[in-house]
Structures are given as structure tokens and as C-alpha cells.
């Protein structure tokens, strides 16, 4: 699973480093940290970029911010090779949230969304919601009070779409 953010001010943001966090990474600037505790895999590199074959094995999170740091040197980075998660609470707190000026997500699966949706709502900060569940896609912008949580619209798709039509008797 990734957490990811991204900030091009000083203050900071998370950003995860695989497929949907990498465009972030090349923005330079500002300060960004990047959360994943996943390792790279050779099937990674057909999709996410920031990636080579010498980084297999790697983790995701060092791998991505040596590549940004080549990109842009004047970068600041910190990495957490670390899940954000109700476990990694005590690095990932409140006071953690609220140093971020955004936050990134470029996960894999609802429950991690689901969670960093509801820590960055709670939080009051805004959250660019990216990532894949199978073979689509997902991106949506949530800026908390304003507009639909990543929540909020699993709700709304799942109860508004039918999967059997209705038939009149």
C-alpha cells in the first residue's frame, strides 16, 4: 500500500512514490515526504517511472526520492518507509497532518484511502485522492468542507448505480 503527498511550498506534504505519485515528484521545489513501505518489483517498471531495473528490490520510498533528488537537487525529501495507518499513528499524527500544506495519495486499495480521506478531512487539508483498484483509475480533488470526501463519493457511486436493471411488471 502507498500514502503519498506533495507540496511545492515549504511546509510539506506526503506524496507516494509509485505510478501516481511520481508526476508530483518532478515538480522540485518546497519540501515533500514521501510515505510507502513497499519495495519495488520489476513489474512496477512498465508503469511508474521513477523506477530502473537497478531498483528492484529497493524500496519504493528511497528509490523515488534518490531519482527526484537527481531531478531536482535543491528538493528537500524526508522518507518514512512506513504504512500511514491507525499503527503508524504516532509518526503520522494530527500534528503531522497539519504541518502539510496537501496531501498526495497514490494507493492501491479503498481501506488506506479511506483512511488518509478521513485523517486529511479531520485534518482540514486538502487531499488530491489518486490511485487504482484493479484496472481503473481514480483522481479526485477533496478540499475538506467543500467538496465530496473520497468517503462520501464510495457511497454515492456504490448506492446510485444498480447492478441489476429493474424490470416493470
Known sequence: AMLGAATATPGGGEEGAGGGGAGAMQSGGGCVTITDDDHIEKSNLNRQFLFRMDDVKRPKAEAAAGTALAMSPDMRIAVHLRRANKESEDAFSDKFYTSQDAVLNALDNVAARTYVDQRCVF???PLLESGT???K???QVILPFATESYVASL????SSSSVCPEVSP
Open 123 to 125: 485534518n482540514q487539508r
Open 133 to 135: 483498484l484493479g484496472t
Open 137 to 139: 483509475g481514480h483522481v
Open 155 to 158: 457511497f454515492v457511486s456504490s
